[in-house]
């Protein structure tokens, strides 16, 4: 039984996820941009908003590591468990 299965993303749905982002990091910036306030103002709020998509990428990176590890400790956990097994069945 083969239980490593590596999702591949079709290139349409990873089309349409750099699409929607480009559009609404586009559409936020001219929001931004025309806003009636005072320069400092705009650039406290563009600062804001790209220190939190930098934030949305480091946690999704970090979430998919930690997620990756867990999947190489189970593995390498069932590997020693299915070795010990074959090791007693082989004994008696």
Not at 7 to 15: E, G, I, N, V, Y
Not at 22 to 42: D, Q, Y
Request: aromatic share 10%; with cysteine; net charge positive.
């Amino acid at each position: 039984m083969n239980d490593t299965q590596i999702q591949q993303d079709s290139a349409a749905w990873k089309f349409f996820v750099v699409i929607s982002f480009v559009m609404s990091l586009g559409a936020t910036s001219l929001g931004i941009l025309i806003l009636p306030v005072e320069l400092w103002i705009k650039g406290y709020i563009a600062m804001g908003m790209y220190f939190t998509i930098s934030s949305c990428f480091i946690l999704a990176k970090t979430l998919r590591d930690a997620h990756e590890a867990d999947k190489l400790v189970n593995k390498i956990s069932d590997a020693r468990t299915k070795k010990m097994l074959k090791e007693f069945d082989v004994s008696s």
